[in-house]
């Protein structure tokens, strides 16, 4: 007799499930890496001074009067606009042309004394001395005439140097702006100081706050704090009244051991 198993005989294998065919899936977009950030916009390039800036200006008087513009209307961008050129015969003929009254006065103050000095000799005509002095005083005041071109660059390089090194003493200097930059700038402003210097009974006045905008721009010029740049201005100012003043306390001494 042959057996027969049930549905729940263990022996019995497990019917046969055939596997379950799966949908394929849907295509999946690759992950792309995040987008780079924008880049800031990049700043505008900085413009010269109006007296060498050739493209925007097209005759000399125009960039004389567009610098007399910038310093009336914002005097502190002319020490952020220095920078953009380098060279210091510019500020040196801005310096010449703006010296041009000085050289006036100059030469008027030099004639007096000069024919002062030949009246003089005229009515000491007897004396070899008086003679010779008559001749030589007008070669010396034309030799000076001649050399103050020379004398305003000298000063212009002295005095923007001496304002760069105690810049540094005061520890304002910052990477990027050299002393070329200092002196082209000192020479730019003294330009306007010294016009202004004329002014009676006010040039004093003007000669010190103009100092004072001198360190101001090159505190800006050299992104350091404003102090810093007026005391490195005011500092030589300082130096030579207490020079002057051991030089007078010392000229009783002298003379007390003279005796």
């Known amino acids: 007799m042959s057996e027969i198993t049930g549905p ?25 890496p995040p987008a780079p950030e924008p880049l800031p916009p990049a700043a505008p390039a900085l413009r010269p001074v109006p007296f060498e800036d050739m493209e925007q200006y097209d005759g000399f008087w125009a960039r004389v009067g567009g610098m007399f513009r910038l310093v009336f209307s914002n005097p502190m961008e002319l020490f952020d606009r220095v920078p953009a050129t380098d060279g210091l015969g510019a500020p040196w003929r801005f310096l010449l042309l703006m010296s041009i009254p000085v050289f006036l006065i100059m030469t008027l103050v030099f004639f007096f004394v000069g024919m002062g000095i030949m009246i003089a000799a005229l009515e000491q005509t007897g004396k070899g001395d008086s003679k010779a002095i008559a001749a030589v005083m007008p070669v010396i005041f034309g030799a000076i005439l ?33 002393t070329s930059q200092s002196i082209r700038a000192y020479g730019y402003a003294s330009a306007f100081i010294q016009i202004g210097g004329l002014i009676p009974y006010l040039g004093f006045l003007i000669q010190i706050a103009g100092m004072v905008a001198i360190g101001m721009g090159l505190a800006r010029m050299h992104k350091t704090d404003t102090w810093r740049g007026v005391c490195a201005v005011l500092t030589p100012l300082f130096l030579l009244c207490c020079c002057g003043l051991a030089a007078i306390l010392a000229i009783p001494a002298i003379i007390a051991a003279a005796r």
């Open 8 to 32: 729940n005989d263990p022996l019995q294998a497990p019917p046969v499930v055939p596997p379950i065919q799966l949908d394929e899936p849907a295509w999946v977009p690759p992950v792309l």
């Open 146 to 178: 001649l050399l103050m071109p020379l004398f305003s660059f000298l000063g212009m390089v002295i005095g923007g140097a001496l304002n760069h090194v105690f810049l540094w003493m005061w520890g304002g200097l910052k990477p990027g702006v050299g």
